[in-house]
């Protein structure tokens, strides 16, 4: 099994900034990709960003410029720095990781618990 821990939401002003942490643990071979996904009420979840091994990123064109996403794999944790913030922002953010359980096997999905992002003046 493997756990993703998220950490780092909050209630920021509009143009404010935060960062969140997303940490994987557990039976890890190796971690294909890690993301970023956000819900909003009444929304569907949408990709944020991606990051995949050998550092290639995809954005949502929404967040491009604003938001960059990182990882520091000897940790096992992907970051999302969130600068210029906007109400629009305002969702449950969650994180995702593909990962290799063992040598050989199939990546699997797997979910953090989400976290709350609340941008308001």
């Known amino acids: 099994q493997v756990q993703l821990v998220e950490s780092g939401g909050g209630l920021v002003q509009p143009g404010g900034s935060l960062r969140l942490s997303c940490a994987a643990s557990g039976s890890i071979f190796s971690i294909n990709a890690m993301g970023w996904y956000r819900q909003a009420p009444g929304k569907q979840r949408e990709l944020v960003a991606r990051?995949?091994?050998?550092?290639?990123?995809i954005y949502a064109d929404s967040v491009k410029g604003r938001f960059t996403i990182s990882r520091d794999n000897a940790k096992n944790t992907v970051y999302l720095q969130m600068n210029s913030l906007k109400p629009e922002d305002t969702a449950v953010y969650r994180c995702?990781?593909?990962?290799?359980?063992?040598?050989?096997?199939?990546?699997?999905?797997?979910w953090g618990q989400g976290t709350q992002v609340t941008v308001s003046s």
């Open positions: 995702n990781a593909d990962v290799a359980a063992y040598r050989g096997s199939s990546p699997y999905g797997y």
């Open positions: 990051i995949i091994s050998g550092d290639s990123t």
